[in-house]
């Protein structure tokens, strides 16, 4: 019956600080609200700039982002691996990409010379890796390798938190097809996989034509959360449904489809995701080939596909909170739920003694997918409004405060959900009842 330590909050590795106490970040340095309340509430903590720690509760949120991907990529035959992040910069030099990326890069030596950067993306080392186990048979393919991993970019201005970083996590997979037409199938395959998983986290998205830039190919869409404060600028057409980042249109007002000025809308986006049909840009350099069915050796076609996981974190607390409450999407909040007991000392303390732990063993008995999703507020010495007033700025979708009435003969507790702006009084029942509906 008695509950974890690691769920009791006064044990959660949680700094509550106001980034005007923070000696290590200037006021310049903060420039996104989801920045400024994930170090506040203890979320994310600054190291140098553009990189940043990931605190108990902000790994517990990225382990449920991860789990959502891996069951999406399992459904399409998916699988995990991880690349090193040091990679030969030969490799980016046959491709091209060591002078077109340049600067961004993340460059170094070893004691012997030899050249090395840390990657900011993986389509080279994919490519290599194949080329060296070449010639594979056609049998062996299509073949859809992912990884989830930290990437390194030198970004000219690091900043908005996780969502723009120097080092950043990003989950990034790398398809290869005998031909080119099975290259475009497994492409929609992986997209109709990104859309699930972005219709899992709940948040508005667009899926929108995208540019290759340096990273080449014939065919790419990004993935877009609306948010004003979007680096990117989304154009929407609702004449004929277009829809593109206006990098790719050459003429921002007209519709590079349907030629229409008047039903051109252009708004903010944060691109959380992008996938590239790339063909054979990199295997061909790299030489990834296979043996056909007719015995000779081809080229194979590759896709690839990007999603900023440390980026989607803070794009969804960004889009969700408001200046001074941070929101979570249900399924990637660090908790779902938190019980409040009464003050220590209270009357009503001692009348609902050991209440609380038996009503968060009913919830986790209860509903399956609170499991290691509620916590307690076992800060006791504080009062309840305190307390309250906390678990309204973190943002855990449902406060439940044991109080005068829990201490009746018919036990009512007070349910706050801050989803659905309700405050309630409901027997326990009644309370399983409604989580479980609303969850
Ligand atoms: P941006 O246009 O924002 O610079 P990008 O087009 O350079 O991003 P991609 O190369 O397409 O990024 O990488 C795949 C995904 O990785 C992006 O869609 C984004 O979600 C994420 N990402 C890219 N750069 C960063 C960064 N500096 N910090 C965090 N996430 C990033
Ligand atoms: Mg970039
Ligand atoms: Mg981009
Ligand atoms: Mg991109």
Known sequence: MSITARHCLSKIFQPITATSKNSKITRQQVTS???????????????????????????????KLIKIIDNEMFKIGGQKV????????????????LKE?????????????HHYILSPTHEEVASEMLSILAPLSY?????????????????????????????????????FDTDIESAKKTYEEVCNSYENIFNTIGIGYAKVLGSSGSMGGSLSHEYQFKAPIGEDNVLYCSSCQYSANIEVCEDH?????????????IQCGIEVGHTFL??????????????AK??????????????GISRILAASVEVLSSETEMRWPSVLAPYNVIILPPKKGSAESLQTEGMPEKLYSNLEEKIPGLKNNILMDDRTSLTLGKRLLDAKRVGYQFTIIINKKSAEE???FELIDIKNNKQLYLSKEALCDYIQQNF
């Open 33 to 63: 609200k989801s920045q400024r309340l994930m170090l506040e509430l203890g979320i994310i903590q600054q190291s140098i700039p553009g990189c940043f720690h990931l605190l108990p509760l902000g790994v517990k949120s990225l382990d």
């Open 82 to 97: 991880l690349f090193p992040t040091l990679t030969n910069s030969k490799l980016w030099n046959e491709s091209g990409r």
């Open 101 to 113: 990326v340049g600067t961004e890069l993340f460059q170094l030596q070893d004691r012997h010379n």
């Open 139 to 175: 049998r062996n393919f299509p073949l859809k390798l992912y990884q989830i991993s930290s990437k390194f970019r030198d970004e000219i201005k690091p900043r908005f938190g996780l969502m723009r970083g120097r080092e950043f996590i990003m989950k990034d997979m790398y398809s």
């Open 253 to 265: 007002q007209k519709c590079p489809n349907c030629g229409d000025e008047k039903n051109i809308n």
């Open 278 to 291: 790339l063909g054979d840009k990199y295997s061909k350099p790299l030489k990834s080939t296979f043996i």
């Open 294 to 307: 007719d015995s000779k050796p081809e080229v194979l076609q590759m896709g690839s596909y990007g999603l």
């Open 410 to 412: 018919n036990p009512l």
